[in-house]
DNA sequence: ATAATATTGAGAATGATTCTCAATATTATT
DNA sequence: AATAATATTGAGAATCATTCTCAATATTAT
């Protein structure tokens, strides 16, 4: 995505034109898996202050730019919301403890929403959100 | 459950008996829903330090007889593992912080167990353990 | 170009969890 | 039951992620 396109995704959710928030969106693009705000700032080369970058992340959020969740580390976890963005879930590897975004089938997708449907009744609760996780183990043993 | 009854089970798993294990062990049991760390210290009059239930918890965790996992509030909750635990999922409540219990059906079981499967490969990765967690809100208005 | 406003960076503050170690309790031995 | 050997506890310091505060700086509107 050109510069340009990025102030205009600012400018169209009311956000006025930083370089912190243009960096931000341009990493975010360029990770094709949820990132966390320590690697965020690394690719910035540490210009970004830790405390702008959660501010801005938090600030995205709240914008719905951005999906934002905990790591199994308990660390923020962050990826771009795209055009093409569907309802997904995600694979923790405990390993390398990188994150990968998995689809699950419709089918699946709708015995989970019939489930939701049925607790929501019996529990008398509204409900607003769900998780879906897995965790396991890759290949990669260089980090055991 | 007795106090003889948890000392054999401290016994058996190779703790010694104490008072503090005794008595987080009771409260666990006597919980019929995840409770956090600050609740079972306030359970006990204030007579077991964080840190002494923090390393009780770590260590009943090791030996699999209790369930931990983190809240979307980021807090730990613990719950017993009985006899007729199984394999379950959680309800969170937004409002209340209220944690419940929730099975799902044995046939939505099997399709989550076969889409994992089918994951593990398609990734490579063994899947060592999921999570479906279902976040609500519940119509105690009075903690708007 | 200037003034009004919003954002940033630096570091202090917070909150949950972990660590350290001397004091104390438990277990095994006599 | 008393003692020695070992394990556990409590208190507080340390750590780690995240949030807060506020003066310095950048952006936007005029």
Redesign the pocket.
């Known amino acids: 995505m050109k510069n340009n396109n990025i102030n205009n995704l ?2 169209s959710n009311g ?7 243009v960096q931000i969106i341009k990493i975010l693009q360029n990770s094709n898996s949820p990132i ?3 690697a965020i700032i690394n690719k910035t080369d540490g ?13 995205l959020l709240d914008a719905d730019l951005i999906n934002a969740f ?1 790591s199994p ?4 976890l962050v990826e771009l919301i795209q055009n093409n963005t569907k309802h997904h879930h995600h694979l923790y590897c405990q390993s390398c403890k990188k994150v990968l975004d998995i689809d699950i089938d419709e089918k699946l997708e709708k015995n989970i929403d019939s489930l939701i449907r049925k607790i929501s009744k019996q529990n008398n609760i509204e409900i607003t959100n769900h998780s879906f996780e897995l965790f396991g183990k890759c290949n990669d043993k260089s980090h055991e």
């Open positions: 600012l400018k956000f006025s034109v930083t370089k912190p928030r966390g705000i320590d210009k970004i202050a830790i405390s702008s970058a959660y501010r801005i992340i938090a600030d905990q580390e308990n660390k923020l």
